[in-house]
């Protein structure tokens, strides 16, 4: 691929101003991140103009070409770079080779020999360093293909020289209309994790896709949806710092579990997590991950494996910020040249995590959209999520659909609207898809406590019946407070990975769980209320019936509950209760339990039997807003019907988020009942005419018969 210099993309930027610059911003960070920040200041001042003028198109990191070994490094601030190369991973001395400046500043070295499987990094001296450049911290590879990862503090690091051949015996990528996606978010190692899994390899590649399990790639599959989206599956920082100890003025006051579970503190934007391939029963510190880079060709297995099942998989990006805690990426590489740093020299940290990437850069530029570029065609990735998407630049931005769209027309690219600002009319005018936290904050609230929303019977902030009307079209820009362009840019959804989980929310937003509950029994806290079970089932009924496309969080089916052990030995000041933020904690919180969805089995089937209706009738996708008419004769502000009529089909959707019943009037025919308060996708389903009674927090879908 070549890419260019200067980036010419047609674009419609010009009709519009946008104010979300980031460039010269006053520092921002949260408080567990100012100290590390403050103590951060850059060695010597920048010269913006003069490294925004260094651009290579140069192949970059290790590879293997007629015999010999190319290692290759951009940084324009560099006075001396060392590549350092080891026997094995765990080896601290190894053979030095000087490397040397182009007038681009690439540095290179060029060895004889197919070194495939050598261990490496780089040591990079600069202007004003005291030490010796051997002094220097080792830095990974940041277009490394495979790398080997240190269970410490500091995440330490080597980059492996990687070529291997796979067979994808045919396989490519799942081309969807994005109207059709229905989306399961889920962790790597959370969906097998638990033995009720039945995996043999819980928590790994490998374990992911075993056949004939509770858990799994079956299981997923059991449910209907046509997608996954893997939380952050590259290689990312897995430590953070010692609990209540300072570290290099870092000091951890909030993670006892010293931990970080997500992935969302990336290292390597070319390479796959290492973590997924260990065959551990639950985390080893001070053990090396990934030395044989089998994580490479296992995650091409898993994506192999959903392919044959027709699951497109989506991956969530990072590409705002690099992980926080480790010493030996971009920030010793050449901090000036790849991040934001304030007027003082300081890290910006819109973020939140320390560090903000400095997209804008022609060459950090390069690697974001050659690293969706490899993914695309090294391991056949369907589509992205990116994490905080407005901290990315818009010629970035533009520039990454651009090119990606020569080889998938179909890629998928949906983002956090947010981070710095919020601007999902932004992304949609470049053809991005958001995730709509306007249907999310209107349907279910904003949080549990007194942001109550639509399902509780309460208006949440601006939102009232218009509204709700306007996220059954798809949140479209025509209608007041609307968002996209189109429906498919707006990912509806209720619930994620960040915050309570949907059944949690109820929980606590029914008044009948205390956010504060110590909860000892466990799987008696799961089994749902029937104020519980009609509740989700109302949200799930309005999620899977709205036009635009649909966002699951794994677990969601069954109301998962995210509760904390109250006898974890981890001095955990909220143990024994609902967690919504568990990024940190490990298996005993975030794992996937199958015996609490066979508990729940009821609202499980629920679920499929919308995402059946979804699948079969195209109406719920791609109908029109011309398609769809609303009844004006509701009196109950919270109850909502409408009819869609598309295909060659007809259905009434009716649904009461009140406390009292609401009697709709059908129009003339006979009414298929296939969705009722108790069952969905039902095979025999009731005739009714003239008249039907939906009962409080409940909903129905009728089809002309």
Request: net charge negative; aromatic share 14%; with cysteine.
């Amino acid at each position: 691929m070549k890419l260019f210099q200067k980036f010419s993309i047609i674009t419609i930027i010009t009709l519009l101003i946008f104010n979300n610059t980031i460039e010269g911003s006053d520092l921002f960070i949260s408080d567990r991140n100012r100290d590390s920040a403050l103590l951060q200041k850059p060695e010597k001042s920048i010269d913006i103009k003069s490294l925004d003028d260094y651009y290579s198109s140069k192949k970059l990191g290790s590879f293997i070409e007629n015999g010999e070994t190319y290692f290759r490094l951009f940084t324009p601030n560099a006075k001396q770079v060392k590549l350092y190369l080891f026997d094995n991973a765990g080896d601290n001395a190894g053979k030095s080779f000087s490397m040397e400046r182009d007038k681009d500043a690439v540095w290179e070295v060029k060895l004889d020999g197919e070194l495939d499987g050598k261990y490496y990094g780089f040591r990079v001296l600069h202007k004003d360093d005291k030490v010796s450049i051997d002094k220097k911290p080792l830095c990974v590879d940041p277009y490394a293909k495979a790398v080997a990862s240190f269970t410490a503090y500091n995440n330490p690091r080597k980059s492996i020289v990687y070529s291997s051949k796979y067979d994808w015996e045919g396989d490519t990528w799942i081309q969807r209309d994005w109207r059709d996606l229905i989306i399961y978010e889920m962790h790597l190692r959370d969906m097998t994790a638990h033995q009720s899994s039945g995996a043999k390899n819980p928590g790994t590649y490998k374990g992911l896709i075993e056949k004939n399990k509770t858990g799994g790639i079956d299981y997923i599959k059991s449910l209907g949806v046509n997608t996954v989206e893997l939380l952050p599956p590259m290689e990312f920082g897995n430590c953070e710092i010692p609990y209540l100890d300072s570290l290099g003025g870092k000091f951890n006051s909030w993670n006892p579990y010293e931990r970080n579970h997500w992935g969302y503190m990336t290292s390597n934007f070319f390479a796959p997590s290492s973590y997924y391939s260990m065959d551990w029963k639950e985390f080893k510190w001070n053990e090396w991950m990934g030395a044989e880079a089998a994580q490479v060709n296992q995650f091409k297995d898993i994506v192999k494996a959903f392919h044959k099942e027709g699951i497109g998989v989506i991956i969530d990006a990072v590409y705002n910020h690099l992980s926080e805690y480790e010493i030996g990426n971009l920030k010793e590489i050449d901090r000036e040249y790849y991040f934001r740093l304030n007027s003082n020299g300081y890290f910006i940290a819109e973020s939140g995590c320390g560090n903000d990437i400095k997209t804008e850069r022609p060459m950090m530029r390069r690697m974001i959209v050659e690293s969706v570029l490899h993914w695309m065609n090294e391991y056949h990735i369907d589509g992205f999520r990116f994490d905080l998407g407005l901290l990315i630049d818009w010629e970035t931005i533009e520039l990454i659909i651009y090119e990606a769209r020569k080889h998938n027309p179909n890629v998928v690219f949906v983002c956090e609207p947010w981070g710095g600002g919020y601007d999902p009319k932004g992304f949609s005018l470049r053809e991005w898809g958001s995730w709509n936290d306007q249907i999310r904050n209107g349907i279910k609230g904003e949080n549990p406590f007194n942001g109550h929303g639509w399902i509780f019977g309460k208006w949440y902030g601006n939102n009232n019946i218009d509204r709700i009307k306007s996220y059954v079209y798809g949140t479209l820009i025509k209608y007041e407070h609307g968002l996209f362009q189109k429906k498919e840019h707006s990912v509806n959804y209720l619930e994620s990975h960040d915050g309570y989980t949907l059944g949690d929310f109820i929980r606590i937003g029914s008044n009948e769980v205390d956010r504060d509950a110590i909860i000892a029994d466990v799987d008696k806290h799961v089994s749902l209320s029937t104020n519980q079970m009609k509740l989700n089932k109302l949200a799930a009924l309005f999620l899977m019936t709205s036009q635009g496309i649909t966002m699951m969080n794994s677990g969601q089916e069954f109301a998962r509950s995210k509760v904390i052990p109250h006898d974890t030995k981890i001095p955990d000041r909220h143990k024994g209760m609902m967690d919504h933020n568990s990024y940190e904690k490990d298996d005993n919180t975030n794992y996937i339990n199958f015996k609490h969805a066979e508990m729940n089995k009821e609202l499980v089937d629920y679920y499929k039997g919308l995402i059946k209706i979804r699948n079969i009738y195209s109406a719920f996708r791609h109908a029109d807003s011309k398609d769809i008419v609303f009844f004006e004769n509701v009196e109950n502000e919270f109850a909502l019907g409408y009819g869609i009529d598309f295909g060659g089909d007809a259905f009434l959707v009716l649904m009461n988020a009140d406390k009292k019943s609401e009697i709709f009037t059908l129009p003339a025919g006979e009414w298929q009942v296939i969705v009722n308060a108790d069952f969905a996708g039902m095979e025999e389903p009731e005739i009714v005419t003239n008249k039907y009674t939906v009962e409080p927090s409940s909903g129905a879908v009728l089809k002309r018969k």
